[in-house]
């Protein structure tokens, strides 16, 4: 029989193994109605948030374990207990699967990108004044160290500290916009999202055509256009 609420595939249960929604002993009431928009069957139908739960397992293994070694010609054995841990997800499940809110720029990232800047700052502006440092500590005379150290080159030298920020320090400024007005979009990114994850919630998979559909709508498509017919791009 097939849930009612969910789509999913079960027998001889009370309730849903995937949703917990009651079963029905009734046939004609847990049939679902929802068919193939190819072949027009429903045997093979299952809602996408059911696929996608059960297309993910985790498990724990705790055992005896043992082996040989070997270590300049001899021979030994080793034993002992082995705790293994995992997760799996089949392939058709991490296609359709739900879409992740959009990230956000945190506190911690925001104080980062300032840290960055003032950094740029700092190794703009600190090599003049480490200069200036330089020629007075070097060159006692003032007159010689005019000479020296002429205005044009003095000139020249602040030039060129001002082509070094803007390359230095033009890219940080345009990485830290981005990200400022990620921070301040993300309201309507979020709301995007939610609404994303009700089309998503509305989806079934054919298995045996190979296709993600609608039924109200009678939209289908093949699983690796659901990036796509998300919009996911708008609100990542």
Same mark, same amino acid.
């Given at each position: /029989? ?8 079960? &027998? ?14 009734? $046939? #004609?009431? @847990?049939? $679902? ?11 093979? +139908? ?10 993910? =397992? ?28 995992? =997760?799996?997800?089949?392939? +058709?499940?991490?296609?359709? *699967? ?6 956000? /720029? ?14 740029? +700052? ?10 200036? =440092?330089?020629?007075?500590?070097? @060159? ?10 002429? $205005? ?10 001002? =082509?070094? *920020? ?13 990200? #400022? ?19 998503? &919630? ?8 190979? @296709? @993600? ?12 256009? /659901?990036? &796509? ?8």
């Amino acid at each position: /029989m097939f849930c009612k609420e969910c789509g999913a595939k079960f &027998e001889n249960a009370k309730f849903c193994p995937e949703c917990g929604t009651p079963a029905n002993n009734n $046939p #004609m009431q @847990v049939t $679902p109605s929802v068919h193939c928009p190819i072949d027009g069957k429903s045997d093979s +139908i299952q809602s996408i948030p059911a696929l996608v739960a059960g297309g993910n =397992a985790s498990g724990t293994f705790s055992g005896p374990s043992g082996g040989l070694t070997y270590n300049n010609g001899n021979v030994g054995y080793y034993g002992g207990s082995t705790t293994l841990s995992g =997760a799996l997800t089949s392939d +058709i499940a991490n296609a359709l *699967a739900k879409p992740t809110p959009p990230a956000t /720029m945190g506190a911690l990232s925001l104080y980062g990108w300032c840290w960055i800047a003032l950094f740029s +700052i700092i190794t703009i502006v600190g090599p003049y004044f480490v200069f200036r =440092a330089l020629t007075q500590k070097l @060159v006692k005379n003032p007159e010689f160290r005019k000479k020296v150290f002429t $205005p044009g080159f003095s000139a020249a030298y602040i030039l060129f500290l001002v =082509a070094g *920020a803007g390359i230095e320090f033009f890219p940080i400024t345009l990485l830290l916009r981005k990200q #400022m007005n990620k921070r301040l979009d993300y309201p309507r990114r979020y709301q995007q999202w939610k609404e994303s994850c009700t089309k998503w &919630e509305k989806l079934y998979y054919c298995h045996r055509c190979g @296709v @993600v559909f609608n039924p109200k709508t009678n939209e289908h498509f093949s699983p690796d256009q /659901m990036h &796509e017919y998300l919009h996911i791009d708008e609100f990542e």
